[in-house]
Nanobody, 114 residues
Framework: QVQLVESGGGLVQAGDSLRLSCAAS????????MGWYRQAPGKEREFVAA????????YYADSVKGRFTISRDGAKNTVYLQMNSLKPEDTAIYYC???????WGQGTQVTVSS
């Protein structure tokens, strides 16, 4: 079955950078809009960033605009989230999603200490 697998999370200090990866198990997911979401304990899952299937359009939550960059490599069936200037409020489990499929990854933990 189709799967999304996130990786790249970890424990870092404020101001550090991380790059998250989301690998899809099937090439057909290269034709879906892809998004990154995050969820902190006791909070609802929130939108972080999205990219169109062609890679021509990107969207960001105001809280991460200017610090995070979403990109995709269709040949590798992989979506990336480059996170710079990390803040403690970025601490959450980060998930990737393929639009209109109901498919989510298992999540990767990002913890930012001050």
């Amino acid at each position: 079955q189709v799967q999304l697998v996130e990786s790249g999370g970890g424990l870092v200090q404020a101001g550090d950078s991380l790059r998250l990866s989301c690998a899809a198990s099937e090439r057909t997911f290269s034709r879906h809009d892809m998004g990154w979401y995050r969820q902190a304990p006791g909070k609802e899952r929130e939108f972080v960033a999205a990219i169109s299937w062609s890679g021509g359009s990107t969207y960001y939550a105001d809280s991460v605009k200017g610090r995070f960059t979403i990109s995709r490599d269709g040949a590798k069936n992989t979506v990336y989230l480059q996170m710079n200037s990390l803040k403690p409020e970025d601490t959450a489990i980060y998930y990737c999603n393929a639009a209109d499929t109901g498919v989510w990854g298992q999540g990767t933990q990002v913890t930012v200490s001050s």
